[in-house]
């Protein structure tokens, strides 16, 4: 009986912790990137969302709530990176793909949300796995069972046979037993691999376009997908409600891409006004990664990565620098991902100081990673915004990165859908 009793006990404390509210004194808000900062508030957490919104700090003490003091921080929403491979760390060796069960992937990706959470990322969007682990990984950070962001998952990417993305680098047997089993010849095989990752529970489809800088395959950077698979891939996604990735350097690759309607365009190295027009016309969102291209310059002459890698790296290496000012200035919209996995997780804060490197404004380049990037996704009402009805994904900085953008890069406290993470 006593056992029952202390049993049921620890049933409503739990209950109670969970639903306790907790109340967040700020001194200076962020609400919105666009609309800038505004001075000290108080916000009200409830179940994971964000309850109220008041200006202010006083008469929050009398409350049964949890107290949270960020009086001497900027409080801000937190941060979405659109394009990381949290199943992996950067490497090189392509033939651990021949080695690693792809449930590694799920430890790896423990880490790896952890990390990218601390780093003040609430919302990432995972940009290919290897098979399911990254939807394990989703369910995971969900459910609270690991500490991490909010995880919207591609799973395998969608490749052509011997393109970036299926396996390559292998003698023919090894390659066709490696495979993901989601490469596709034809507008009909094609929209078919597209239902199956949405049957295996994909929140969005990943291609590779183009040819890719970091596989084995040596057939340069251009579109690699007929036009008419693109468009039944697009269409096919569309049908399921699904958006559609597309990983592309080579201008004639992003132009077609744009045009077949697929919905964002990964890297985008190579783009110039013809494809920057399509995209453009289509309102197709360039995620620029310029943190992937600085991570492989930092690699590069090591002996981490094959001749026909390394090769490809310093053929990109200075168009990286500029390319994504030239996006910018052509007028295509601009929305926040690294490629986290390429280099470091954690890192990934450091893009937003490439960004002005290249010509956006602090004040745009932290919309692209807030506002921006949840309306990439389709989750403009629920997450990129400091507002009542949003999820409670919030952090906290010391100074002003609507000046200084580098402030973000060391982020003093997180919270994820109403949990803290520490
Ligand atoms: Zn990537």
């Not at 783009?271 to 992937?292: E, F, H, S, W």
Request: hydrophobic share 45%.
């Amino acid at each position: 009986m006593v056992r029952l009793f202390a049993f049921l006990c620890s049933i409503a404390l739990s209950t109670a912790a969970v639903a306790q509210d907790k109340v967040i004194l700020v001194g200076n808000l962020i609400t919105d990137a666009d609309t800038g900062s505004s001075g000290p508030a108080t916000i009200l957490v409830r179940d994971g969302k964000i309850i109220s919104v008041s200006a202010g700090t006083r008469g929050a003490a009398d409350t049964d709530a949890e107290v949270i003091d960020l009086s001497d921080k900027t409080v801000l929403p937190g941060l979405i990176d659109l394009h990381v491979h949290l199943t992996g760390d950067p490497g090189g060796d392509f033939w651990k793909e021949a080695t690693e069960p792809s449930e590694w992937g799920v430890v790896v990706g423990a880490k790896n949300a952890l990390l990218t959470a601390k780093a003040g990322f609430t919302t990432v969007r995972e940009a290919g796995s290897s098979q399911y682990s990254a939807f394990s990984l989703r369910r995971g950070t969900a459910e609270g069972k690991i500490p991490g962001p909010r995880i919207v998952a591609a799973g395998p990417a969608l490749a052509i046979v011997g393109g970036h993305g299926d396996t390559t680098g292998f003698t023919e047997d090894i390659n066709e037993h490696l495979a993901s089993g989601y490469s596709c010849t034809g507008a009909v095989e094609c929209a078919e691999k597209v239902r199956k990752a949405s049957r295996a529970g994909a929140d969005i489809i990943k291609i590779t376009a183009t040819g890719g800088v970091l596989s084995q395959q040596g057939r340069g950077l251009e579109a690699h997908f007929t036009d008419v698979e693109m468009k039944s891939i697009a269409d096919t996604a569309h049908s399921l409600g699904l958006k559609v990735m597309a990983h592309a350097h080579g201008a004639r690759g992003i132009e077609a891409a744009a045009r077949a309607g697929i919905d964002t365009i990964e890297h985008g190295t190579y783009l110039d006004k013809q494809a920057a027009d399509a995209m453009k016309a289509n309102g197709t969102v360039l995620i620029p990664t310029l943190m992937a291209f600085q991570g492989i310059s930092e690699r590069l002459g090591k002996g981490i990565y094959t001749p026909i890698v390394e090769n490809k790296v310093r053929a990109v290496a200075e168009t990286a620098k500029v390319f994504m000012g030239r996006a910018y200035r052509w007028g295509v919209p601009i929305a926040f991902g690294t490629d986290a996995g390429v280099f470091d997780h954690g890192r990934n804060a450091e893009e937003l100081g490439l960004m002005v490197g290249q010509g956006m404004k602090p004040q745009e380049a932290l919309a692209s990673a807030t506002t921006g990037a949840a309306k990439a996704l389709g989750m403009e009402d629920q997450i990129g915004r400091v507002a009542a009805g949003y999820s409670a994904d919030l952090i906290a900085v010391s100074g002003n990165p609507l000046e200084d953008v580098t402030i973000l890069e060391s982020v003093d406290w997180v919270m994820v859908r109403g949990r803290i993470i520490d």
